[in-house]
């Protein structure tokens, strides 16, 4: 019987093992259960019988399926084999085809639910590994060394690191799960955070600023605040990166301060020769041949050149060290705009270029300082007018854009190239052409006009034709205190 | 009889300049070349105006303009302050803030044009 039914499988293919009683069978399941999809189980052994071999089967190893065969081919028997869990029965006698279609099911239901088990492990292992991912981020977003704070669209701190209390001198717990004007949150930073909660435009990507932390040991961080968006675009929370810089402003500050040392000893030597020369010139020292007042007079010119650098440098190193732009306040630009251009009108006439402010039909008010403001256009105006050959146009227009006053300057000048386009806000860079030989300048204009709207949060762009002319375009956010908002 | 004019200045070759200027204009100059001595010739030289530079070393120009102001003996001589041009952009604000320090009478940057100079210190002295 056992050797015959081991021939008919072994043909299919399936490789066979025989036991002669329950108990032999059992044992060697005890050590090949994982090579054994499915028994073929006498019901009438001597010693065990097969019901109770099929009951420590389906305690051991439930997955195995048992197909009973019965002897006496009574219903009662295979249905009290079926009901203790055996899957099959197989009447004796029986053909090799009746046992190899009811070995072959038996198998075919044997992969499926080896596959169902493959996956049912795949879906578990999945989830312990969002779990471990989870706690994976959880450590990092720990250990960082810059600080991170989210808050929902509340404006309630969902997220907080060590670094972040660290860096903001407030303890963690009176961080997460409080609301941002609840903690003593640095007023800017809190202000930035509300704006980029309440910041509908699209284009309201991201704000740097720098902040400094602390009245007694005082800290430096550059704090990076974005709105975070759902699908549809609106804002459903905001995140907070802070970088500690103070090591860098430390740096900064004494570079600061070494060039304003250097430029005050540069300064007054050139002060005295120029004045020495004015002396001169003006016959105050006797008599001027018409040769040594031309070269004497080029000499004074060098002199001034050299003064005006060393000046835009000073200034430059002053906002560089957040000594000037200290006293904000609300402005409206137009009125800035009026006052530089009427400053300016002199140089235009001179130069027989047209000025002209287009009166704007928004009047945005901005948080700044004046007198940055002011250097800011008498910079870009007075540039336009010296790159604007005679006949030409130089126009200022005034608007709003989303959150920001947008002011453009565009001449009909000479242009900019557009290998020069991007160099153009560094220090010391000065267009090298021959149209620019003749014109007077420090190379520090710009680099200046831009540090000064960096510091006001704001942004400058050019675009430029050559031979067509060019257009800066100044981005500086609207004044939003409490006043400005509906809420 | 000319007016007398009293140049403090730390630096001489700008005394030297400013003194020529003044001179060519027929004024009569003395010189101070630092704060202290300055505060000294306002008193022993008995100058009808002072040119008074900002910089210097020993007592600044401020603190010089707070002593001669606060003097009731000398707080009539006009104040002629001599500001270097440290910043194109803080100009302003750096006058206003100077002004308002030492209640001086005027202020002039330096290196200066001699018509200029000269245009304001008559403008003072026919106060």
């Known amino acids: ?487 | 009889m000319p007016k007398k004019i009293l140049i403090v200045d730390d630096d001489p070759d700008l005394v030297e300049a400013v003194s020529m200027i003044l001179e060519s204009k027929n004024y009569e100059v003395a010189a101070a070349y630092g704060g202290v001595e300055g505060l000294q010739k306002a008193k022993t030289e008995n100058p009808d105006l002072i040119v008074l530079d900002v910089m210097m070393p020993d007592k600044d120009g401020y603190a010089v303009c707070k002593e001669l102001k606060a003097d009731p003996e000398l707080k009539n001589i006009p104040v002629l302050l001599l500001t270097a041009v440290v910043s194109k952009i803080a100009t302003t604000r750096y006058t206003q803030a100077a002004g308002l320090e030492t209640e001086a009478d005027d202020y002039i940057d330096k290196p200066v044009e001699p018509e200029v100079l000269v245009r304001r210190i008559e403008t003072l002295l026919s106060k």
């Not at chain 1, 009662?76 to 029986?94: C, H, L, N, T």
């Not at chain 1, 709105?227 to 905001?238: F, K, Y």
């Not at chain 1, 103070?246 to 030597?269: C, G, N, Q, W, Y």
């Not at chain 1, 235009?348 to 928004?362: C, G, M, N, S």
């Open chain 1, 1 to 487: 019987m056992r050797d015959g039914c081991c021939r008919i499988l072994t043909k299919n293919g399936w490789e066979v093992f025989t036991a002669e009683n329950g108990k032999q069978g059992l044992e060697h399941l005890k050590a090949h259960s994982e090579e054994t999809d499915v028994i073929l189980l006498d019901l009438m052994m001597p010693g065990m019988s097969g019901m109770e071999v099929l009951e420590q089967i389906r305690t051991h190893h439930p997955d195995l399926l048992v197909i009973v065969i019965t002897g006496y081919a009574t219903v009662e028997s295979a249905v009290e084999a079926m009901k203790r869990g055996a899957y099959d029965f197989i009447p004796k006698p029986f053909t090799p085809d009746q046992l190899r279609i009811v070995v072959r099911r038996a198998l075919e239901k044997r992969t499926l639910q080896k596959e169902a088990e493959f996956l049912r492990r795949e879906r578990e292992r999945s989830l312990r590994d969002v779990a471990t991912e989870k706690s994976k981020l959880k450590t990092i977003i720990h250990c960082m060394g810059d600080g991170v704070l989210v808050c929902d669209r509340e404006g309630c701190i969902v997220l907080s690191n060590p670094a972040a209390s660290r860096m903001l001198k407030i303890p963690e717990d009176s961080l997460i799960g409080n609301y941002i004007n609840q903690c003593h949150l640095n007023s800017e930073l809190l202000r930035t955070i509300e704006e980029s909660l309440r910041a509908k435009d699209r284009n309201y990507i991201s704000v740097s600023q720098e902040l400094s932390i602390g009245e007694e040991e005082e800290t430096y961080l550059r704090a990076h605040t974005a709105p975070v968006r759902n699908d549809l675009g609106e804002t459903i929370g905001s995140v907070t990166v802070l970088q500690d810089i103070s090591h860098l402003k430390e740096l900064d500050k004494m570079k600061s301060e070494f060039i304003a040392m250097v430029a005050h000893e540069l300064r007054a030597p050139l002060a005295a020769v120029e004045q020495q020369l004015t002396v001169i010139l003006n016959r105050m020292a006797g008599e001027v041949t018409e040769k040594q007042e031309q070269l004497l007079s080029r000499a004074k010119e060098r002199t001034k050149g050299l003064l005006d650098l060393i000046r835009d440098l000073l200034d430059l190193s002053k906002i560089e060290a957040g000594k000037m732009i200290q006293y904000k306040e609300p402005l409206t630009l137009q009125e800035v705009i009026q006052k530089v251009v009427e400053l300016m009108k002199t140089e235009a006439e001179q130069k027989r270029v047209d000025l002209q402010f287009i009166p704007p039909t928004q009047n945005p008010v901005i948080h700044a300082d004046r007198n940055g403001m002011e250097g800011v256009f008498t910079n870009l105006v007075s540039n336009a007018i010296k790159y604007t050959p005679e006949g030409g146009k130089v126009q200022i227009t005034l608007s709003e854009e989303g959150g920001f006053a947008k002011v453009t300057v565009s001449d009909t000048g000479i242009g900019i190239k557009k290998e020069d386009l991007q160099r153009i806000f560094d220090k010391f860079y000065r267009v090298k052409t021959p149209q620019t030989r003749q014109i007077v300048g420090t190379g520090l204009g710009l680099s200046i006009v831009k540090s000064i709207v960096d510091a006001h949060l704001g942004s400058i762009s050019v675009e430029s034709e050559e031979g067509k002319g060019t257009t800066f375009t100044v981005l500086l956010p609207k004044e939003s205190g409490p006043n400005f908002h509906p809420c």
